[in-house]
């Protein structure tokens, strides 16, 4: 079993920037193909950004809608992913999820049911 700790959310006004930290229990995090979903409420939760793993760093991919202002990446000696959220729009007002899966990538990166290990969420409130 792999623990994710989400932290970084708060609350900011839009244009400001936030970083979300996702930090395993495991060391083999490091290897692991890790995503950030976002769920706002009444909605559903919807992918935002994911990084695989390979020698060379990893691939990432984004959601149109975050395209351009997120950055996802990854520390592995400290075993960490990062998700640094720039130019907020009050419709990035969700909870922040971090997932990761065991594979090192992943096709279907944007689908939920791919990942098997969830952090509690951290809130992201953005206002105008």
């Known amino acids: 079993q792999v623990q994710l700790v989400e932290s970084g959310g708060g609350s900011v006004q839009a244009g400001d920037s936030l970083k979300l930290s996702c930090t395993a229990s495991r060391r083999t995090f490091s290897s692991y193909a890790t995503g950030w979903f976002r769920q706002a409420p009444g909605k559903e939760r919807e992918f935002a950004a994911h990084?695989?793993?390979?020698?060379?760093?990893?691939?990432?991919y984004y959601a149109d809608s975050v395209k351009g202002r997120f950055i996802i990446s990854r520390d592995i000696a400290k075993n960490t992913v990062y998700l640094e959220m720039s130019s907020l729009k009050p419709e990035d007002t969700a909870v922040y999820y971090c997932?990761?899966?065991?594979?090192?990538?992943?096709?279907?990166?944007?689908?939920?049911?791919?990942?098997?290990?969830w952090g509690q969420g951290t809130q992201v409130t953005v206002s105008s």
């Open positions: 997932a990761a899966s065991p594979f090192s990538a992943l096709t279907d990166y944007s689908d939920a049911r791919r990942y098997d290990y």
């Open positions: 990084i695989s793993w390979n020698w060379s760093g990893g691939s990432t």
